[in-house]
């Protein structure tokens, strides 16, 4: 996101001041001059400040930071940034005495706050983001001198505040685009906690650093922390959504997703995944299926049905309903390999079986032709999970077709799968 520049204010800076020896008098002299004479002004502050007699003299250093400030406004020197010198000579002078001609100092200080905060936005712009950090820590330095300006307006100084503020984020944003999620987390902490920078963008950051540093605990506790603040925020549910995918805990994730679909019914991801969840509770990786299992695989059956008909193209979704018929044929199968008697029961038992079996992979074939059909013509640019998916969609086809002594299609499915190989 670009930052924008801010607009100066014109403090109406005076040059005054009395010589404390010939080169401070004399460089006073020539930045007075009508017209200033920038030149001699600065060889002769420079002469003085090169004096260890002279150089931490309050006199001489409110004079450079005058004239320094005033070389910011001429061709010659603004390339250079002399405001830089000012800035620094600013903060020697006020270590030095803090009271000294302080109305003129405050409003330099706070001049040179603005130079920076344009410089760092630049940079930020720029993508120069350790620059733009180092930019706007100088803008930070002048807000924590708060109560220098204590007699400012409050108005003024709560327009600050903003500024402050937007410095903070540019850094946390700086170091997060940098991948120094060591420095970017605590930043990012910070502007969090601001509510002047209070975003859901600013979550989604510190969520993805902790990610990024495999800190689980941390990203789900601001996870909660945003999608609370943020309840319609996408970006922070699609974060929670994942965090209960990757943790493996379906009975909170299905609650989650009923509830985020319920609030964006048009969202066929979001079916989808309702979809996979509960076929996931149906069939647990234990093997040890649930009393309500057969609950469990209707409501994946309706989820997928509402997803495919918001998304008919999807050639993933597709698929995946039809291993959901597919696999149960395959367990339906099983449960035939396991009958070894000839009785009359058990060969009854077996065709009731083989009937059911067939039902399935009838019921399985539309949708992996759709998905054959939606991937096949982009095979030459199918790649990573597409791929994968297309190679298995062949295979499933292959046995479908098997079954129903269409030999001709299967074997057609088995060699376009050879052929990928």
Do not use: W
Not at 101 to 109: A, I, P, S
Not at 394 to 410: H, I
Request: hydrophobic letters at 35%.
């Amino acid at each position: 996101m670009k930052k924008i520049i801010l607009i100066i204010a014109t403090f109406g800076i005076s040059f005054a001041g009395i010589a404390q020896d010939k080169y401070v008098t004399s460089a006073n002299v020539a930045i007075g001059a009508h017209p200033p004479n920038y030149d001699e002004a600065k060889e002769d502050i420079d002469k003085a400040m090169a004096s260890p007699e002279t150089k931490e003299k309050p006199k001489a250093l409110f004079a450079k930071a005058q004239i320094y400030i005033a070389l910011q406004s001429v061709d010659k020197y603004k390339s250079s940034n002399p405001y830089r010198e000012s800035f620094q000579t600013l903060n020697k002078l006020v270590s030095v005495k803090a009271d000294y001609e302080k109305n003129t100092v405050d409003q330099l200080l706070l001049y040179c706050a603005a130079l920076y905060y344009n410089d760092g936005v630049k940079a930020y712009n720029d993508k120069k983001f350790a620059d733009a950090i180092d930019d706007m820590k100088n803008v930070l330095k002048v807000h924590d001198m708060g109560k220098r300006f204590d007699k400012l307006p409050p108005e003024i100084f709560k327009q600050y505040d903003t500024v402050a503020a937007d410095a903070s984020l540019t850094m946390a944003n700086s170091a997060y685009y940098s991948t120094n999620y060591d420095e970017a987390i605590p930043m990012l902490t910070n502007v969090k906690n601001n509510p002047i920078t209070k975003t859901p963008s600013v979550y989604q950051c510190l969520v993805d650093a902790y990610n990024k540093q495999k800190d689980t605990k941390n990203a789900y506790t601001v996870i909660e922390e945003g999608r609370a603040a943020f309840p319609e925020d996408v970006t922070l549910r699609n974060y929670e959504l994942n965090y209960y995918i990757a943790s493996g805990k379906q009975d909170e994730l299905i609650k989650k997703l009923e509830e985020a679909s319920a609030k964006d019914p048009s969202n066929s991801d979001l079916l989808f995944n309702i979809a996979t969840t509960y076929l996931g509770l149906a069939n647990p990786k234990d093997g040890k299926k649930p009393a309500n299992a057969a609950e469990y695989t209707a409501k994946a059956e309706d989820a997928f049905q509402r997803a495919i008909k918001l998304s008919p193209e999807n050639g993933g979704y597709n698929y995946n309903f039809g291993a959901l018929y597919f696999n149960e044929a395959t367990d339906i199968n099983e449960q035939m390999n396991a009958i070894t008697g000839s009785s009359a029961a058990d060969l009854k038992k077996y065709d009731d079986l083989k009937g059911k079996r067939d039902a399935m992979f009838i019921k399985s074939a539309p949708y992996f032709e759709k998905a054959y059909s939606v991937f096949s013509a982009k095979e030459s640019s199918l790649k990573g999970e597409d791929m994968r998916t297309y190679k298995s969609t062949l295979l499933a086809l292959s046995r479908v077709y098997a079954t129903q002594s269409k030999l001709d299609k299967s074997t057609e499915m088995k060699k376009k799968y050879d052929s990928l190989k």
